[in-house]
Nanobody, 123 residues
């Protein structure tokens, strides 16, 4: 069992930046793909970004491409989501997910999920 803990959320003004962190407890992410999803009330859960170390691959939704960047530390214990040029429509609860299957992460079917961290973009 992998425990995931998100942090870094908060309230920022439009155009501002935040960096979210997803930390694994108990083991590293070396055998996993890790992704970020976000959700707001009344809307479907939306894929944001994912990273897989198997092929050193990253994936982004069109809505965040060019503004967000996903990365991991060399120890493979933490995955980051750097969010720049934030817009009000980025407001959501952001969840971290992990799975040994890259496809499961991208499709939102990962075996492991964090508790979420709130991101609010407002003036």
């Amino acid at each position: 069992q992998v425990q995931l803990v998100e942090s870094g959320g908060g309230l920022v003004q439009p155009g501002g930046s935040l960096r979210l962190s997803c930390a694994a407890s108990g083991r590293t992410f070396s055998s996993y793909a890790v992704g970020w999803f976000r959700q707001t009330p009344g809307k479907e859960r939306e894929f944001v970004a994912a990273i897989s170390w198997r092929g050193v691959s990253t994936y982004y939704s069109d809505s965040v491409k060019g503004r967000f960047a996903i990365s991991g530390d060399n120890a493979k214990t933490t995955v980051y989501l750097q969010m720049n040029s934030l817009k009000p429509e980025d407001t959501a609860i952001y969840y971290c997910t992990a799975d040994t299957r890259d496809s499961a992460v991208v499709l939102g079917r990962g075996d492991y999920w964090g508790q979420g961290t709130q991101v609010t973009v407002s003036s």
